[in-house]
């Protein structure tokens, strides 16, 4: 079974600040990995996405994420935030071999303070 | 175009009785998935239609809850003899193909609250 394990429940910044919200996945095969966000009042929405290639990818709003392969880790950042990041964040993983069944972490709520 | 609808926003039930909760994926999109997000938790998978294959039904908590897809289409979520524990926000994603590293579109979820 899989499972997504985001480290920070909560986590509160000023603006311009850099941002680094942690994601570890538990799987022993190949995987697809995404982070979605929710602005307050707003459905959910992707952000970024990894399946092949290049490890560090990149997404809207100037959010990147790193996949490590041997850390089973999936790590969003963006350098300087901004008061509009303000949402919460869900990692989430599914097996290629089952991809239609996406296991999501707990999520990370961000305040940025203006 | 129009995205994932869901409806109703909201529902307050009683302990006991049956509910249906309905979502309307965005056209042409042949994946669909129903989650349950308790409070302060993350999305628990429920089910995943795709196409016309079998459902993986396998995140369904109980036997009291079932889904369908009529169609290809809309689908709905049916939830028996319902719990107080069964209180939740609802999410409904519809994508275009099978899973994978295809982006899923969540609608607004519907806001289920069991007295």
């Known amino acids: 079974a899989q499972s997504v394990s985001q480290h920070n429940h909560h986590v509160i910044l000023s603006e311009a600040a850099s941002l680094e919200l942690g994601c570890n996945y538990s799987y022993g095969g190949t995987v697809n990995l995404f982070w979605y966000v929710q602005y307050p009042g707003q459905h959910l929405q992707l952000l970024l996405k990894?399946?092949?290639?290049?490890?560090l990818v990149k997404g809207i709003k100037g959010f990147e994420a790193e996949f490590i392969k041997s850390k089973f880790s999936f790590n969003l950042r963006k350098p300087s935030v901004q008061w509009s990041d303000t949402a919460e964040y869900f990692c989430a993983v599914n097996a290629r071999t089952n991809a239609g069944k996406s296991t999501f972490g707990d999520g990370t709520t961000l305040t940025v303070k203006p | 175009g129009a995205g994932v609808s869901q409806s109703p926003s909201n529902k307050v039930t009683e302990k006991g009785k049956d509910v249906e909760l309905r979502c309307d994926p965005i056209s042409g999109h042949t994946a669909l998935y129903w989650y349950r997000q308790s409070l302060g938790q993350g999305l628990e998978f429920l089910i995943y239609?795709?196409?016309?294959?079998?459902?993986?039904k396998s995140g369904l908590p109980s036997d009291r809850f079932s889904a369908e897809r009529t169609g290809g289409s809309v689908s709905t979520l049916t939830i028996q003899r319902t719990q107080q524990e069964d209180s939740a926000v609802y999410l409904c994603a519809s994508s275009s193909a099978s899973g994978g590293p295809e982006t899923q579109y969540f609608g607004p979820g519907t806001r289920l609250l069991v007295l």
């Open positions: 239609f795709q196409g016309n294959s079998a459902p993986d």
């Open positions: 990894y399946f092949s290639g290049d490890p």
